[in-house]
């Protein structure tokens, strides 16, 4: 079946440095990625959806500045988490959907990102 | 907007008991829903969705869901739950494919032996 790799899984970093996390879809084309962050017992909140080629739309509240996220080709979306500080310490999941199949969702393995 | 709300936060049962979790999404058009498992330190898998035709979806590893829509309801159910169920599960909603999922704050079901 359709698989995304996220990496890295887990990530600690100190404040005011940045952390690129990467998503990948192995054997299928992601025309679309979706970005989500979860905190401790609660739901996946929306952050962004990017489109191939095109820039991603942010959901209210976040800001495209300090999340920035490319989406450069059909199989790979990356979340720059630029002057990181201890608030963005959370946990990030990607999803793709696959051009052949818009109703398919498939979830990276997310990554957990600790701000020192 | 769409939003979705899943009502009981932690289910502990003891195995071979009935599982019924409930879901409940606020939206004023056609959806699609989904349930989603999460088991610790993986990622999210579909267990089953609804799009339209027969609201009585089955799903893998034994799981249904009915779709009632006068109740604007999705509610899980397992007959008999087993140790290995041990997991968050998570509804979600779209209005149109392709469309990102909105998610319920999740569900923790512990199944003890």
């Known amino acids: 079946g359709a698989v995304v790799s996220q990496h890295p899984s887990r990530v600690i970093c100190k404040s005011g440095t940045s952390v690129k996390i990467e998503c990948r879809s192995l054997d299928f084309q992601a025309t679309t990625m979706f970005w989500y962050r979860q905190f401790p017992k609660q739901s996946l909140m929306l952050m962004a959806t990017s489109n191939e080629g095109s820039k991603a739309t942010y959901e209210q509240g976040v800001e495209k500045d300090k999340f920035l996220i490319n989406h450069a080709s059909l199989t790979l979306s990356t979340l720059t988490v630029t002057s990181a500080h201890p608030e963005d310490s959370s946990f990030y999941i990607c999803?793709?959907?696959?051009?052949?199949?818009?109703?398919?969702?498939?979830f990276g393995s997310g990554t957990r990102l600790t701000v020192v | 907007a769409q939003s979705v709300s899943q009502h009981n936060h932690h289910v502990i049962l003891s195995e071979a008991a009935s599982l019924e979790l409930g879901c409940n999404y606020s939206y004023g058009g056609t959806v699609n829903l989904f349930w989603y498992v999460q088991y610790p330190g993986q990622h999210l898998q579909l267990l089953l969705k609804y799009f339209s035709g027969d609201p009585l979806v089955k799903g893998i590893k034994g799981f249904e869901a009915e779709f009632i829509k006068s109740k604007f309801s999705f509610n899980l159910r397992k007959p008999s739950v087993q140790w290995s169920d041990t997991a968050e599960y998570f509804c979600?909603?779209?209005?149109?494919?392709?469309?990102?999922?909105?998610f319920g704050k999740g569900t923790t079901l512990s199944v003890s032996s």
């Open positions: 979600a909603v779209n209005a149109k494919a392709g469309t990102a999922l909105i």
């Open positions: 999803s793709a959907t696959d051009r052949r199949d818009r109703d398919g969702y498939t």
